[in-house]
């Protein structure tokens, strides 16, 4: 079992920057692919960003060139650097573990399910 925790959502105006954190529990996080994903009022929970053990990355268009994600494995860490926010950008953001995933864009390809950080941007 892995547990993963998020920290870091607030609330920010738009053009402002947050840092999110997915801390794990398990020692051989390195081993796994470290997922994003967010879920706004009424939408589907959708794919954020990615990054695998090799630390190759994946990102959503809408997120491009705004957001970057990036790991620690020496403190089982797992972060999302928000630049630019945007009001749409607003969403419960949750962080997930995929031992081996085929594709790491879908959701059910993750093993693993912080209980997410809700982030607000005011416009």
């Known amino acids: 079992q892995v547990q993963l925790v998020e920290s870091g959502g607030g609330l920010v105006q738009a053009g402002g920057s947050l840092r999110l954190s997915c801390a794990a529990s398990?020692?051989?996080?390195?081993?796994?692919?470290m997922g994003w994903f967010r879920q706004a009022p009424g939408k589907e929970r959708e794919f954020v960003a990615a990054?695998?053990?090799?630390?190759?990355?994946y990102y959503a268009d809408f997120v491009k060139g705004r957001f970057a994600i990036s790991r620690d494995n020496a403190k089982n860490t797992a972060y999302l650097q928000m630049n630019s926010l945007k009001s749409e950008d607003t969403a419960v953001y949750y962080c997930?573990?995929?031992?081996?995933?085929?594709?790491?864009?879908?959701?059910?390809?993750?093993?693993?399910w912080g209980q997410g950080t809700q982030v607000t941007v005011s416009s």
């Open positions: 997930a573990a995929a031992e081996a995933p085929v594709n790491a864009r879908l959701n059910p390809e993750y093993d693993y």
């Open positions: 398990r020692r051989t996080f390195s081993t796994f692919t």
């Open positions: 990054i695998r053990w090799s630390a190759g990355t």
